[in-house]
């Protein structure tokens, strides 16, 4: 709200106010009454608070102003910056001061006006994540784009999911959050008694985090918002649809095309009504567990950044065979599950061989709507296949092998995984290609990577410690097909 706006509304309410203190006389309120008369006091607060700010930005950006008249200094008043372009935004309110005072931003995750805290929590957010140190300018842009991925002003489930995904950032970003975790964790490690004053920093950001019992990881080191540049990258959260997610099952709605035609003047218009349908995403937990003895955590001086690394390595590993070959039964339905047995399923013109017609197959039956933005899916080993069967006519198909394996395959970019089939085993099922429009292919993630220490583990001989503490680590996503229609799969057999 703007200056005129904040005095309207505290106009209004002191209106109300007074209207409920005539109607109720000399009596007590009733229940009703009490509880309409706290929330507007607190609302009554809270608005003569932003406006005391606002109206002090206003002055400081006048004073600035005048000094630059006056000096010609070239100044930006702290507090009025507008990086979204609302210029009237309610971030102006706290801009500049600090996004990551959790009391007001419980107050505002649970206020009864659903749009105000949405504004509030999205500017609180993005002035974080601009904020936040050790967070590298792509994950930032990544950060942002999901935020706007919902409409935050509604009070709908994917507007409660925005303002809990904002909070989670807020919650996780700052200064003390990321020290408090790792203090925590390194306290816990050498002695097996977390920091106490570090605990309570953590419990009280938890009520802001998707964390239950244990507690998520500070935002610069969280796989599930980060852009990991360094280590294992996928190819299919490359080339897919990759969304996050506060709910245990994201539904996708999809339909068939709407066909238009032309009719005789005076006519009627055909029933062009699509075929609605939808695609459900459960969300399945996995998870991590890394047993070390007591005097390695005492002894090694970079644990737990190492131990975070190799907690994300072991995610990527998992997903890059998951979300290929997943049964969908506790755990992702992988696309090459998605497509078995479908009639997206091109069996190979020979029985266990491999040819380059099978590929030319694929790239024809694909339809036209898709076919732009396809691209192919192999094992490495089945690329090399491909390159070798050319013989002679290699040139006409594919590069000479000087240029090592092409970016390209009948004009279609070409992604490896190691999970797809890279050899043709005798009378068994070998899918060895897909060709499709990855954008049909959703990868959802519920926002959180949360870590626990277990401080002894237990010998299963005498049920007696082992002298071994564990790191446990856990997170939550799922994947599909959320259009078969836009995918062709080979499959020599």
Same mark, same amino acid.
């Given at each position: 709200?703007?200056?005129?706006?904040?005095?309207?509304?505290?106009a209004?309410?002191?209106?109300e106010l007074?209207?409920?203190?005539?109607?109720a006389?000399d009596?007590?309120?009733?229940?009703?009454?009490?509880?309409r008369?706290?929330t507007?006091?607190?609302?009554?607060?809270e608005?003569?608070?932003?406006?005391?700010?606002?109206?002090?930005t206003?002055?400081?950006?006048?004073?600035?102003?005048?000094?630059r008249?006056?000096?010609?200094?070239?100044?930006?008043?702290?507090?009025t910056?507008?990086?979204?372009?609302?210029p009237?935004?309610?971030?102006?309110?706290?801009?500049?001061?600090?996004?990551?005072?959790?009391?007001?931003?419980?107050?505002?995750?649970?206020?009864?006006?659903?749009?105000?805290?949405?504004?509030?929590?999205r500017?609180?957010?993005?002035d974080?994540?601009?904020?936040v140190?050790?967070v590298?300018?792509?994950?930032k842009q990544?950060?942002?784009q999901?935020?706007?991925?919902?409409?935050?002003e509604?009070?709908d489930?994917?507007?409660?999911?925005?303002?809990?995904?904002?909070?989670?950032?807020?919650?996780?970003?700052?200064?003390?959050?990321?020290r408090?975790?790792?203090k925590?964790?390194?306290?816990?490690?050498?002695?097996?008694?977390?920091?106490?004053?570090?605990?309570?920093?953590?419990?009280?950001?938890?009520?802001?985090?998707?964390a239950?019992?244990?507690?998520?990881?500070?935002?610069?080191?969280?796989?599930?918002?980060?852009?990991?540049?360094?280590?294992?990258?996928?190819?299919?959260r490359?080339?897919?649809t990759?969304r996050?997610a506060?709910?245990?099952?994201?539904?996708t709605?999809?339909?068939t095309?709407?066909?238009?035609?032309?009719?005789?003047?005076?006519?009627?218009?055909?029933?062009?009504?699509?075929?609605?349908?939808n695609?459900?995403?459960?969300?399945?937990?996995?998870r991590?567990?890394?047993?070390?003895?007591?005097?390695?955590?005492?002894?090694?001086?970079?644990?737990?950044?190492?131990?975070?690394?190799?907690l994300?390595?072991?995610k990527?590993?998992?997903?890059?065979?998951?979300?290929?070959?997943?049964?969908?039964?506790?755990?992702?339905?992988?696309?090459v599950?998605?497509?078995?047995?479908?009639?997206?399923?091109?069996?190979?013109a020979?029985?266990d061989?491999?040819?380059?017609a099978?590929?030319?197959?694929?790239?024809?039956e694909?339809?036209?709507?898709?076919?732009?933005?396809?691209?192919?899916?192999?094992?490495?080993?089945?690329?090399?296949?491909? =390159?070798? *069967?050319?013989?002679?006519?290699?040139?006409? #198909? @594919?590069?000479?092998?000087?240029? %090592?394996?092409?970016? /390209? +395959?009948?004009?279609?970019?070409?992604?490896n995984?190691?999970?797809?089939d890279?050899?043709?085993?005798?009378?068994?099922?070998? =899918?060895v *290609?897909?060709?499709g429009d990855?954008?049909y #292919? @959703?990868?959802?993630?519920?926002? %959180?990577?949360?870590? /626990? +220490?277990?401080?002894?583990?237990?010998?299963?001989?005498?049920?007696?410690?082992?002298?071994?503490?564990?790191?446990?680590a856990?997170?939550?996503?799922?994947?599909?097909?959320?259009?078969?229609?836009?995918f062709?799969?080979?499959?020599?057999?």
């Open positions: 709200m703007n200056i005129d706006e904040l005095r309207a509304r505290i209004e309410i002191e209106t007074r209207s409920i203190h005539e109607t006389g009596q007590a309120l009733d229940e009703d009454q009490t509880r008369w706290e507007l006091d607190t609302e009554l607060g608005a003569r608070q932003a406006l005391a700010t606002a109206t002090e206003e002055a400081r950006a006048g004073r600035v102003a005048r000094s008249a006056a000096f010609g200094t070239r100044m930006a008043p702290r507090g910056e507008d990086p979204i372009g609302e009237d935004g309610i971030e102006q309110g706290y801009r500049g001061n600090n996004p990551w005072d959790l009391d007001a931003v419980t107050r505002s995750l649970h206020r009864d006006a659903p749009e105000r805290a949405g504004r509030e929590l500017a609180r957010a993005l974080a994540v601009e904020k140190r050790g590298n300018d792509a994950s990544h950060i942002t999901l935020l706007d991925q919902f409409d935050i509604e009070d489930a994917e507007g409660r999911g925005a303002r809990a995904i904002a909070a989670h950032i807020i919650a996780t970003s700052s200064k003390e959050y990321t408090a975790w790792s925590a964790f390194k306290t816990a490690v050498r002695n097996g008694h977390p920091d106490v004053e570090a605990l309570a920093v953590l419990q009280r950001a938890a009520s802001l985090t998707d239950a019992g244990g507690y998520a990881v500070p935002l610069p080191v969280d796989p599930t918002l980060i852009l990991n540049d360094n280590g294992s990258v996928s190819p299919l490359r080339i897919a990759v996050t506060t709910t245990d099952v994201y539904r709605v999809n339909a095309a709407v066909t238009a035609s032309y009719d005789a003047e005076g006519s009627e218009v055909s029933d062009d009504t699509p075929v609605w349908a695609t459900d995403i459960t969300m399945h937990m996995a991590g567990f890394l047993p070390f003895s007591i005097e390695i955590g005492g002894d090694y001086p970079n644990w737990t950044a190492d131990t975070a690394f190799l994300n390595d072991a990527v590993n998992l997903e890059n065979t998951k979300f290929v070959l997943g049964s969908g039964v506790g755990e992702p339905v992988g696309i599950t998605a497509l078995a047995g479908g009639a997206f399923e091109i069996a190979s020979a029985a061989t491999l040819a380059l099978d590929v030319y197959k694929l790239d024809e694909l339809p036209e709507r898709f076919y732009d933005q396809a691209q192919w899916l192999a094992h490495k080993k089945i690329y090399s296949a491909l =390159r070798q *069967a050319g013989g002679s006519n290699l040139d006409d #198909f @594919w590069a000479d092998l000087g240029k %090592g394996q092409p970016s /390209e +395959l009948l004009g279609h970019p070409v992604n995984a190691s999970a797809m890279g050899v043709i085993n005798a009378t068994q099922d070998n =899918r *290609a897909i060709l990855w954008q #292919f @959703w990868i959802i993630d519920r926002v %959180g990577f949360s870590t /626990e +220490l277990i401080p002894h583990l237990f010998h299963t001989a005498n049920n007696r410690p082992s002298g071994q503490r564990g790191v446990f856990y997170w939550r996503n799922g994947s599909d097909s959320v259009n078969d229609r836009a062709r799969m080979l499959n020599v057999t």
